[in-house]
Structures are given as structure tokens and as C-alpha cells.
């Protein structure tokens, strides 16, 4: 199965931000799934650290060259990622969630720790591991990484949970990028 689409939501009832993960199916015409994850504010105020600082190192790791112009390097892929993002319209496309089969139930997966590796020439790999058990694991190539970002920062804002993510400032660069707990 291969990432369709991505959705974030803010469900105040909840207090917590829903999280779509569409996935195609393998058959043209066969079921699409869909995985439901819950973000914590507190999940996300110690994640996001860590997710700018794998960015980086992410890039680092991938270009050598720009080892010492991370920080606006970062910044720039990020502009572009969502510019074509922005231009290929994707971010005005409704989230198809219908005739999706939610694997994970009638309750979305309440994450409690997110794993992130990194390998060169490789997307970026978030693992997260839901209170339920088990892990579902995400690839994000860097349009997608990006994408994901902005979504969680809109998304941040809309919950007023006060987290200010922004992309990070070169002196932020400084917790290791491996394990949230």
C-alpha cells in the first residue's frame, strides 16, 4: 500500500489533532485503506524539535556541500516543497475518506512515542507507536515531509494550543533526532 493522502484536523472535543493517513490500494479497483492517528499537544510540542532537527540533519546526511547552510537550505526546501505543493493544487483537494476501510477500528490510535530514522538516500521515516501496540510507519520523501509540516503547523494553529512551530533557527539545532518518549 502506498501513501494516497494525508489529513489533519483539529478535534476539539477531543482536544487532540486527527490524523488521515489515506492509502491506495494495490488493485486499481480494489479497497482503499485509511489509518486514524491522534497527536497530543504534548506528543507534538516534543516532537517538533526533533522533526526540524532530522530535517536537517537529513539534508546534511544527503548534501555533504551543505553542511554549514542547513538552516537557510531547510527554509528553501521547505518554500519550494509547498510552492509546487501549493501550484499542483494538492492543498485544495478535499480528503477523499470515502469508501476507505479504517484499519485501526472505530477509535483512531493514540500515539505515545515517535521514532525517527534517517538514512542517506532515503525519505525521512517517522515510526510511531500507538498506546493500542504495534507501529505504523510513515516514508516521506521531502515534498511530503514538507507538506506534513505545514499541515501540523495550520493544523497547530487552528487547535490554539500555543506550540509557535515555525521551522527552526540554526542555534535550535541541537537536540538528537532518534527517539521521543
Known sequence: MQLEQL???????????????GLSSEAPEGP??????FFTRRLLQLMWPVLMESIASHLRLNRPEAAFASE?????????????????GNFDQEYDGSNRNILNGERPYLLETVKIHLQKDEPLWL????????????????????????????TE??????LDLVLPK??????????LN
Request: charged letters at 30%; one cysteine or more; proline letters at 2%.
Open 170 to 179: 540554526s542555534e535550535e539545532f541541537h537536540k538528537p533526532a532518534h527517539l
Open 32 to 37: 482503499k485503506n485509511e489509518i486514524q492517528l
Open 127 to 154: 515510526q510511531f507507536f500507538p498506546t493500542q501496540g504495534g507501529t505504523v510507519d510513515l516514508k516521506l520523501h521531502t515534498e511530503l515531509l514538507h507538506g506534513f509540516c505545514k499541515l501540523l503547523i495550520d
Open 157 to 162: 494553529k487552528t487547535a490554539r494550543w500555543d
Open 72 to 88: 537557510e537550505l531547510v527554509n528553501m526546501d521547505h518554500d519550494e516543497a509547498i510552492q509546487k505543493i501549493s501550484e499542483s
Open 7 to 21: 489529513n489533519l484536523s483539529y478535534l476539539a472535543n477531543e482536544d487532540r489533532i486527527l490524523c488521515k493517513v
